[in-house]
């Protein structure tokens, strides 16, 4: 079955450590998408990818960083600049920039220990 | 700039009861609206999506939304409720590519028997 693959579902951060949130995608999608969720605060877009080898930021990049090698994979990385960690992550996927009906993986909670 | 106001965070109904959920948004160009509804720790499902066709946009599950320029509102409805639609809905707004897509801060439905 086609889908959004987000791995793992729950992960822990250590003060100070980088950690890297996985999302894989088999729909062929070119456009890849980043989002945080808080309570209470809806979905706010972290980086977005419309083609391979290119990215830009969101609203909230400060903190976090994306590669795009593949077209099926859009890791993101949260680094120790990001104070607040502490979110539901959200992967998200579109056939391509200007088609607005976006794919959403299960998602990845993160918790600073 | 867009936005999208929710209003109430929260909504309770008793199953087979009416489901209202309101959105309304501003845009200074015709926008595109879409209601995405989340269960408890999964990602995000389009339920339906407005793109200047029908005022009137049925969805899945028994969903229809309808836009009101007028009113700039977009409210979700179901006649009867289920207790299979608890969960949060989400109002999103975009006037062109699903990287510009702002959503609103959600409302949880409880259904009740």
């Known amino acids: 079955d086609g889908g959004i693959t987000q791995s793992p579902k729950y992960l822990f951060r250590k003060e100070g450590q980088n950690v890297t949130l996985s999302c894989e995608q088999n729909?062929?999608?070119?456009?890849m998408y980043w989002y945080r969720q808080d309570p209470g605060q809806g979905l706010r877009l972290i980086y977005y990818s419309q083609i391979v080898n290119d990215f830009q930021k969101g609203d909230i990049a400060e903190g976090y960083s994306v590669s795009r090698e593949k077209k099926e994979s859009f890791p993101l990385t949260v680094t120790s600049a990001q104070k607040n960690p502490t979110a539901f992550y959200l992967c998200?996927?579109?056939?391509?920039?200007?088609?607005?009906?976006?794919?959403f993986g299960s998602g990845t909670q993160l918790s600073v220990l | 700039a867009q936005s999208v106001t929710q209003l109430g965070s929260h909504v309770s109904v008793s199953e087979g009861a009416l489901v209202l959920l309101r959105c309304n948004y501003s845009s200074s160009v015709p926008p595109y609206l879409f209601w995405y509804v989340q269960y408890p720790n999964q990602g995000l499902q389009l339920l339906l999506k407005?793109?200047?066709?029908?005022?009137l946009v049925k969805g899945i599950n028994g969903f229809e939304a309808e836009f009101k320029k007028s009113e700039t509102s977009f409210h979700l409805t179901k006649p009867s409720a289920h207790m299979s639609d608890a969960a949060e809905y989400f109002c999103?707004?975009?006037?062109?590519?699903?990287?510009?897509?702002?959503f609103g801060t959600g409302t949880r439905l409880q259904v009740t028997l």
């Open positions: 998200a996927s579109s056939p391509g920039q200007y088609n607005e009906k976006l794919f």
């Open positions: 999103a707004v975009t006037t062109g590519t699903a990287s510009k897509l702002t």
């Open positions: 729909l062929n999608h070119d456009a």
């Open positions: 407005y793109t200047s066709a029908a005022t």
